[in-house]
Structures are given as structure tokens and as C-alpha cells.
């Protein structure tokens, strides 16, 4: 069973940076893809980045590329996003899934609480 927590958000100013965290306290987390989308205010939930179960294969949205980094440690159960450069439109909840594939389309079974992430201009 998976069980998902993802932690890290908070409030920044433009330009700061963050490192969300994901930790799965069931026992399979090495078997998942595991993901982050997140959803600003009146906006639809949307594709942030993805990694496969070792870590080798990594995926990202075009407006987080060579600012957000997708990582796992498998020891750990633990998957992380490091977000450097924030801006205000990253501004949103972000949540942690867990699913069979790695992808942006790829479904994705197991579900964070989400965390918020605020960045002031």
C-alpha cells in the first residue's frame, strides 16, 4: 500500500528557492513512477514533472524545465522537487502521486495531501 505525505511548501519571494519532499510510509515505494502536479487558484491541475522507480528517466513541464529538479532515494522512500527561481505563476498546491509508468500523461493511482507553495513578486 502507498502512502503518500508531501511537505516543504511555504511562502517565498521571487527568485527564492524551495525543496518540496514526498515520503511514502508503505513498503513498495521503489516499484512506483512517482510524479508532482499542482493547481493554482480557478485553475485545472496540471503536469509538473515525473521520474521513473530508479531515478534514471526524469520528465519535466516546459515552464519548470531547467528550474525544477526531479529526484528519489529509494532507501529513503523519499522523492523530492527542488525549485529554484521561483516565480509568482508557480504560485499553487502541489501534490505527489504515485503511479505504475513515469510520464506526463501516465495515470497515476496514489495522491499527496498537497502542499502550498506562494511566491510574492
Known amino acids: 500500500q502507498v502512502r503518500l505525505v508531501d511537505s516543504g511548501g511555504g511562502l517565498v519571494q521571487a527568485g527564492d528557492s524551495l525543496r518540496l519532499s514526498c515520503v511514502d510510509s508503505?513498503?513498495?515505494?521503489?516499484?512506483?513512477?512517482m510524479a508532482w502536479f499542482r493547481q493554482a487558484p480557478g485553475k485545472e491541475r496540471e503536469f509538473v514533472a515525473s521520474?521513473?522507480?530508479?531515478?534514471?528517466?526524469?520528465y519535466y513541464a516546459d515552464s519548470v524545465k531547467a528550474r525544477f529538479t526531479i529526484s528519489r532515494d529509494n532507501a529513503k522512500n523519499t522523492m523530492y522537487l527542488q525549485m529554484n527561481s521561483l516565480q509568482p505563476d508557480d504560485t499553487a498546491v502541489y501534490y505527489c502521486?504515485?503511479?505504475?509508468?513515469?510520464?506526463?500523461?501516465?495515470?497515476?493511482?496514489?495522491w499527496g495531501q498537497g502542499t502550498q507553495v506562494s511566491v510574492s513578486s
Open positions: 508503505g513498503h513498495t515505494f521503489s516499484s512506483y513512477a
Open positions: 521520474i521513473n522507480w530508479s531515478g534514471k528517466l526524469t
Open positions: 502521486a504515485a503511479g505504475a509508468v513515469a510520464g506526463r500523461n501516465s495515470r497515476y493511482d496514489y
